[in-house]
């Protein structure tokens, strides 16, 4: 009697909600009209019995414990199986035992309800607290589907169900998980947290609904869509702190709408999307996510409108080799950058807002121009302005800017200009030929300015201060003159010279107390450093690469750090007289080079040189101490013929392709009575063309002592305190 009764009061009520849902569901078009749903939103069941049970399989064809035909006749299963009188099981609890799903239905187009049961502990084998598998026309309601070895509610190759209001927490692999042609399918308004995901589709699961749920504390993903999983409709879901990424879309996962979800809070990415096309991205919140608010690789047509990305660590939205891409009208605040494009293009940006953080574009070349930044994009309520292929701009073109952007510019002069506070205010990507006069770049989260194969500009007078990362930056950018500016307080560089960056002139600069190095070289040849004023608390100049001419600079700090140069760089990178706290570098002589290191200069500059080079008069060095600090040599003399003597001297630590003291094409020398141990590589090198010298009573022990190397001849070497004397080939009529 109780049977008829309940299967009489569930008829009416379900009719009644059918009208209220016919209606709903009309509206968003998102369900099959035959959906179970349709019969039981917001739906209770009168309580009855509490049953403890085994766990059972209900298999319509006929492999499992029962069919619906079987199941009915036990006391824990009512209804007929149609639309109008479901069949329904209610208040069931079991325990899976490590081994079997609790509950599975296989086979079975029969309309159902499960409701109000707790099925925990099932196994191992992707085994779930409830299982359906080739199973349509399903209501799972109110279960607590927590604690199970791999899945709390999985479907397979199951279509037009619907998961509502459970509670999925605590299972080891997902708490709600959808593979194989699983399409039509709605998941709304459940509870899914410390799962390893929380919500799962994988392989061609299309055209289903995740609506309204609350999924949290993932060990992984909060939700995951994977392997062809198309047009499906994410909308309203509470998507935060998980572990791993707050959404995946992976592998050609297209034409998903995820709109009004909130994605915060996650310690990976907050949504992560590779290789997806044409999904649409509108109205979510993307905010303090432990890496980049959105990450879009191998994009083509992803839209992403009106969602707020804000204070993300890394990048808000990050574009990687993405193309066909409308970024429209979102707030991107508080990031690392605002939008970051990396190798992606035909890329549409418009209407954006942006505030502490701006755009960086680091493209293929040939890819800039299918780059759109209007007008319409603002940092801090001012316009970027982002130009390609433009001769000859000036601060008409640039009213007021946010942020300045050139591709291929030449000729341009940006001057006098005043940037919000922003990821790097000012980007030249090869471009030439250009002016930046009087620019405070400063205060920035990376950097005061960006150079990326930009050539013969002159950057003159600017003040780069307090920067995030590093004040200038050059990438693969030659020629360039560097004058006059103040670089001070950077986080980490004062100057980042990068990547074939060569040729680069940097003088008269004031560069000092920056986190770890003033200037950088890395990879970077033939760059002039001359006559800047160096304050560093770590390390003044730090040099990967050859040919660098580091001169006539004022240093202040450990003198053992003035100059670092790694060992994969060669004698090539020279110190050329350079001051530490008032203590010289180094000795450089070239009668071919500039004035500053010609004999007369020096004689008539420095108390410790004087002379006027004749044979009654020769040039004198005396009484100096010079410490090579383990990078050139301490003393040079390149391209003289006049008449000069060196001596009761002391030079020492030098570098190992280098020499205590180093001749080179120089000839009527004299060096007398000199201290010449305890260097790196030679003691005293002669290393070519070098001829009439005399090298008389000094002190070369040490890894090699006094070497003539390549055409030295008519020299002679006496008395010297050494332990090795070699020559080279082509050394004839000298006097050893």
């Known amino acids: 009697m109780r049977r008829k009764e309940l299967k009489l009061i569930l008829s009416i009520f379900l009719f009644i909600c059918l009208t209220f849902l016919i209606i709903k569901i009309g509206e968003s078009n998102d369900l099959n009209n035959k959906s179970p749903l349709n019969n039981y939103n917001n739906f209770s069941l009168k309580t009855g019995d509490l049953w403890i049970l085994s766990p059972f399989v209900i298999d319509e064809s006929g492999g499992g414990d029962f069919t619906w035909n079987q199941a009915v006749n036990q006391p824990w299963c009512v209804g007929n199986g149609t639309y109008e009188d479901p069949y329904l099981i209610e208040n069931i609890t079991i325990n899976g035992g ?43 309601i109110n279960n607590n589907c927590s604690i199970d070895h791999r899945y709390g509610i999985s479907l397979t190759s199951s279509i037009n169900n619907s998961i509502m209001d459970n509670t999925c927490n605590d299972n080891f692999i997902a708490g709600i998980y959808l593979e194989d042609n699983c399409h039509n399918n709605s998941i709304t308004k459940n509870t899914a947290k410390f799962n390893n995901d929380g919500i799962h589709f994988d392989s061609d699961c299309h055209d289903n609904i995740i609506h309204r ?36 879309i992976e592998d050609n996962c297209d034409m998903n709408i995820i709109k009004n ?25 993307v905010k303090n996510n432990g890496d980049h608010g959105i990450y879009d690789r191998d994009g083509d047509g992803n839209k992403f409108i009106n969602n707020n990305i804000s204070n993300n660590k890394k990048h808000g939205l990050y574009l990687d080799r993405s193309e066909n891409t409308v970024v429209r009208n979102n707030s991107l605040n508080y990031n690392y950058y605002g939008i970051y494009s990396s190798y992606s293009r035909s890329i549409n940006l418009t209407l954006n807002s942006m505030k502490m953080c701006s755009v960086f574009i680091a493209n293929w070349i040939e890819d800039y121009a299918s780059i759109n930044i209007d007008k319409t994009n603002h940092i801090s309520g001012k316009s970027i302005y982002y130009y390609v292929n433009k001769p000859n701009l000036n601060n008409l073109n640039f009213s ?30 090869e471009s030439s ?53 103040t670089i001070r307080n950077n986080r980490d560089r004062g100057i980042f010279i990068k990547w074939f960056s060569n040729n680069n002139n940097l003088t008269k600069n004031f560069i000092g107390f920056n986190g770890n190095y003033e200037v950088y070289l890395e990879n970077s040849f033939g760059n002039h450093i001359f006559k800047n004023q160096v304050y560093y608390s770590n390390f003044g100049i730090h040099i990967i690469g050859d040919g660098n001419f580091i001169a006539l600079n004022n240093f202040t700090g450990d003198y053992s750090k003035y100059i670092i140069q790694p060992g994969n760089s060669s004698e090539e990178n020279q110190d050329v007289m350079n001051l530490v706290n008032n203590v010289l570098t180094s000795i450089y002589i070239d009668e071919n080079y500039y004035e500053y290191f010609h004999w007369a200069y020096l004689a008539n500059k420095y108390n ?19 410490n090579g600090n383990d990078f050139g040599s301490c003393l040079t003399i390149k391209n003289s013929n006049v ?15 280098s020499a205590g003291m180093l001749l080179r094409n120089t000839s009527n020398g004299k060096i007398v009575d000199n201290d010449c141990r305890w260097n790196n590589g030679f003691g005293i090198l002669l290393k070519e063309n070098c001829t009439n010298n005399l090298i008389l009573r000094n002190y070369a022990t040490g890894l090699r002592g006094i070497y003539l190397s390549k055409n030295c001849n008519e020299n002679e070497v006496a008395y010297n305190r050494v332990n090795s004397i070699e020559l080279s080939i082509n050394c004839n009529d000298n006097n050893v």
Request: proline share 2%; aromatic share 10%.
């Open 261 to 285: 979800n909130s994605f915060s809070n996650n310690l990976g990415v907050g949504v992560y999307l590779p290789r997806g096309s044409d999904n649409e991205f509108i109205d979510n919140e």
């Open 213 to 248: 749920n609350i999924i949290e504390q993932s060990r992984g993903r909060g939700i995951f869509l994977d392997n062809n999983c198309d047009s499906n409709n994410i909308t309203d879901n509470i998507v935060n702190h998980h572990r791993g990424y707050g959404m995946n």
């Open 98 to 140: 490590g081994s079997s799903n609790c509950i599975q239905i296989k086979n079975s187009n029969k309309y159902f309800i499960i409701n109000n049961c707790s099925l925990f502990n099932s196994g191992t084998s992707s085994n779930s607290g409830i299982s359906l598998n080739n199973v349509s026309n399903g209501l799972i």
């Open 608 to 626: 410790w040189c004087f002379g006027s080079g004749t044979e009654i008069d020769p040039f004198i060095i005396n009484n100096v101490s010079i």
């Open 400 to 429: 007021n800017p946010g942020q300045i952007i050139l591709f291929n510019c030449s000729k341009f002069s940006i001057t006098d200009l005043i940037f919000p506070i922003q990821s790097v205010p000012i980007m030249l990507i």
């Open 433 to 485: 030929d250009g002016i930046i006069r009087n620019i405070n770049a400063s205060n920035n989260l990376v950097y005061g300015m960006y150079l990326n194969t930009a050539s013969n500009n002159l950057i003159e007078e600017n003040f780069i201060s307090r920067n995030n990362d590093t004040g200038l930056y050059l990438y693969d950018s030659n020629n360039n003159t560097i004058l006059n500016n």
């Open 643 to 657: 008449s000069f003597k060196i001596t009761n001297s002391s030079f020492y630590n030098s570098y190992r392709h």
